[in-house]
């Protein structure tokens, strides 16, 4: 289950820092080039920058913009 969730609130900033670059690249007519190299990289960890913030200090309910209410729990590895 951790995987998937972690995956999924991977892929979900992903898509929507897509979505937005892809549209700001038709709005502010922007090279493709730009696009994919510098606002994709730049929308997508602002999206999930503000709501893993927002999930944190506001309301778990902000995790739902990232595909799943809860972030992934990892189990606590001990060194010997």
């Not at 700001?24 to 602002?46: C, K, M, N, S, W």
């Not at 990892?74 to 060194?79: A, F, K, L, W």
Request: proline share 8%.
């Amino acid at each position: 289950m951790n995987l998937f969730v972690s995956l999924l609130r991977t892929g979900v900033p992903v898509v929507v820092g897509w979505l937005v670059a892809a549209a700001a690249r038709y709005g502010l007519d922007l090279e493709a080039g730009a696009v994919a190299g510098v606002l994709t990289p730049i929308v997508i960890f602002v999206y999930y920058g503000v709501f893993r913030l927002a999930e944190d200090r506001l309301s778990p309910r902000f995790g739902w913009l990232l595909g799943y209410a809860k972030p992934p729990r990892y189990p606590e590895v001990t060194r010997a």
